[in-house]
């Protein structure tokens, strides 16, 4: 998902603008399929907006819509049917602004529709200035390993009567909804202006540059590749071993992204091939947690499709992935193996203040006796701490 041209941009639309929303993916089956989808607006947390008729946010055509912009792959080992979708279209608008759900569905067996793809996208009115900082004299240390944001919010002409119900606050980092920071309240208020300084709420750790791989054949491995080998059904593309890092790298990464690209192909979205990749991370197991290759393209995240199993054999953590071939920036993350807890940089990557961070903000807003949440601000800079 990405606007208008930007690969890397975020899913977020400006409302009333010509911005559109490109969404695309692959059914790893040789022949077409009936997708059908819907966007649902939804509450800061992701949950529908319960006091919102769906006419309220959504000029439609039809209940639910079909993808009809499909393609099946050409000349790949592997068969796939390519399908995308444009946000607003003539069939489907969206009206307000706030967060959305894209929910894509298929028709099964039984002839009932069945959900198969959940992600979100969100639109963006203006109504609100926002400002940010981000700085690595925190409030718990100085240049060691976390990231600390100051923000200041001018509320304009909306009336805030309690900031801490009208406003919410989320930000992330690189993306990550794992480790988001949602509901911080502000700091001080003056006027009409709203401040988080010296919050422990918008504390990150700072972790290390993302890692990186690209294949762009599956003649020949490609950046951190040891080898690409033919194995009973498919490629198999296997990365060079990775080991814990103990100080900060530097590095021109993209943090988490991938694009998709093939040797010798315009036009990779179809021609581009799928390997299964296998990442081998060399250490100790780590009693009690459970490991997990992260990035942008491995969602949801923190999911056993990303797990990874320890071989006491060879004495390393290993986990194969289909992917498409491409450039991609990936980590290592950590939880407690019986939690959910947000992943952690620390066991593998490190946590090192000169580290490049994106951070992403949005402010929601909802009026005293509003039935919805507004997104009022949004920014999505790339802070290099200082």
């Not at 963006?124 to 976390?146: F, G, I, P, Q, Y």
């Not at 001018?154 to 989320?170: E, K, N, S």
């Not at 080991?243 to 900060?248: S, T």
């Not at 021109?252 to 010798?264: I, K, L, S």
Request: aromatic residues 12%.
């Amino acid at each position: 998902m990405y606007v208008n041209d930007d690969a890397g941009s975020m899913p977020v639309l400006e409302l009333g603008s010509s911005d559109v929303l490109h969404v695309s993916f692959d059914d790893l089956v040789p022949h077409y399929e009936r997708y059908t989808y819907r966007i649902t607006h939804c509450d800061p947390e992701g949950n529908p907006s319960d006091e919102l008729l769906e006419a309220d946010y959504v000029e439609r055509v039809a209940e639910d819509e079909t993808i009809d912009d499909c393609e099946p792959s050409r000349n790949t080992t592997i068969t796939y049917m390519h399908y995308a979708l444009q946000l607003p279209n003539a069939r489907v608008r969206p009206l307000l602004s706030g967060n959305y759900r894209l929910t894509v569905y298929r028709e099964n067996e039984h002839g009932e529709q069945e959900e198969v793809i959940r992600t979100n996208f969100a639109v963006v009115e203006r109504k609100m200035s926002l400002s940010a900082t981000c700085t690595t004299n925190t409030d718990v240390d100085w240049n060691e390993s976390h990231q600390q944001l100051a923000l200041k919010l001018a509320t304009g002409d909306l009336y805030v009567r309690d900031p801490a119900t009208d406003i919410r606050l989320c930000a992330l980092q690189n993306r990550r909804w794992d480790n988001a920071k949602v509901a911080v309240p502000p700091t001080a208020v003056y006027g009409n202006t709203l401040e988080w300084s010296h919050c422990r709420g918008l504390l990150f750790t700072a972790g290390n540059e993302y890692r990186k791989m690209e294949m762009l054949s599956t003649r020949y491995p490609g950046m951190h590749g040891e080898s690409m080998r033919w194995k009973d059904t498919c490629y198999v593309y296997k990365l060079m071993d990775d080991q814990p890092r103990r100080n900060y790298l530097y590095d021109e990464d993209r943090n988490g992204q991938c694009v998709v690209r093939y040797d010798a192909t315009g036009t990779p979205e179809t021609e581009a091939d799928y390997v299964l990749t296998r990442f081998t991370l060399q250490m100790p197991e780590a009693e009690g947690r459970a490991l997990y290759v992260a990035g942008r393209w491995a969602e949801p995240a923190l999911t056993d499709r990303y797990r990874m199993h320890y071989n006491h054999e060879a004495g390393q953590y290993e986990a194969d992935i289909m992917l498409k071939t491409g450039y991609y920036n990936y980590m290592y993350l950590s939880t407690p193996a019986d939690g959910d807890d947000a992943g952690s940089t620390q066991p593998v990557e490190g946590d090192y203040f000169q580290t490049e961070n994106e951070y992403a903000l949005l402010v929601y807003y909802r009026a005293p006796g509003g039935r919805y949440w507004q997104l009022v601000a949004c920014i999505n800079p790339s802070y290099r701490p200082r």
